[in-house]
């Protein structure tokens, strides 16, 4: 009986590995042609299990799955028998197929190339994720090659449609008294914004009296999240998704854990980030990225509230904030 649940096994993740590599025309992402992430299709006996990596769910199959400094750790999980784990250190083959035997407890991988001259998509998805029950092969286009987009238009320079140089009484003006929260002398909360997202319920603009707004920052909603903090990095990875279609990639991301083996265990990824140990964010500069005028700064940040709640910030940057920034800190130090 365990020879042949095994060799069920084993055939599924062949069949999942095939089912990628020999599709007609693959088109795999830059990253997996570099040798830096797996293209990963998963499939479980009986049909229905939950997918997670490093704790995140993975809601739809197949995905690409980035190498890290250390082997990624995958979880199966099916309502009525045990859980499984096995590690996974992507990016040395372009493809690999996981069959996943709940019955008998076994997890088996098959790792492939695709063919030598598969084409590199234009574009790279980012951790997605994904389906147990969906067909690897009929897939492998939407993972690879997502929709092109418009590399010729310049996005716009005003998130949120807030417009740098603003002065503060033509904002409160636009928007309104009574979306102000609060009004201090450089900061100001609104509870809203000329284009204002859904998402986010507070947006931070800082003024200088002489060249008016100069930053924008927008606070997301709560988000409910469990111990290992997986739907707030859920929430994170779609942000962070929208904002590399508008800015392209991030000039540096920012994804670990500095305490010891127990604390960066992921049942313990919201208690890190609270205590700062952990950190998840990424950042496009001017210096390095093709921002739009006037922009100079962008970032993208996951903040833990307590253990079970968190929030997403953004923040745009002008330019001439840094010199405000400056100029106040050395007012500030003249009293030394």
């Known amino acids: 009986m365990l020879k042949t649940a095994g060799r069920l096994c084993a055939l599924l993740v062949i069949v999942s590995a095939l089912g990628i590599a020999q599709a007609p025309t693959p088109k795999f992402p830059p990253e997996v042609m570099d040798r830096k992430a797996s293209v990963v299709a998963v499939t479980t006996i ?48 372009y493809v690999v197929g996981v069959g996943v035997d709940f019955i008998n407890h076994q997890v088996a991988f098959v790792e492939r190339d695709g063919p030598s001259n598969a084409p590199a998509s234009p574009a790279a998805p980012s951790e997605a994720s994904a389906s147990t029950d969906a067909s690897p092969s009929a897939k492998v286009e939407e993972v690879s090659a997502p929709a092109a987009q418009n590399t010729t238009a310049k996005p716009a320079a005003n998130p949120f449609g807030f417009e740098a140089g603003m002065k503060k009484e033509q904002l409160i003006a636009k928007l309104g008294k009574s979306a102000v929260t609060k009004d201090g002398p450089i900061n100001v909360v609104f509870n809203t914004a000329p284009s204002p997202h859904p998402d986010f319920e507070s947006y931070v603009v800082a ?57 960066c265990r992921s049942e313990y990824y919201m208690m890190t980030l609270k205590e700062k140990n952990r950190y998840l964010n990424s950042f496009w500069s001017k210096s390095k990225s093709s921002l739009p005028q ?43």
């Open 46 to 93: 009986p049909a229905g299990g939950t997918v997670k990596v490093d704790g995140v769910v993975i809601p739809t199959m197949p995905f690409m799955l980035l190498k890290k400094d250390k082997p990624r750790v995958m979880r199966f999980e099916l309502a009525g028998y045990k859980t499984l784990e096995k590690q996974l250190d992507p990016g040395a083959h």
């Open 207 to 263: 003024f200088s009296p002489e060249k008016g707004l100069l930053k924008v920052t927008a606070l997301s909603r709560d988000i409910e999240t469990s111990d290992d903090g997986s739907e707030l990095r859920q929430k994170f990875a779609f942000f962070l998704d929208a904002l590399k279609g508008k800015y392209g990639k991030a000039d540096k991301d920012f994804d670990f854990c500095k305490g010891n083996d127990v604390e």
């Open 294 to 336: 006037p922009l100079s700064t962008v970032a993208i940040e996951a903040v833990a509230m307590s253990l079970n709640k968190g929030y997403i910030q953004l923040s745009y940057e002008f330019e001439g904030w840094n010199e405000f920034v400056d100029e106040i800190n050395k007012k500030r130090n003249s009293t030394f």
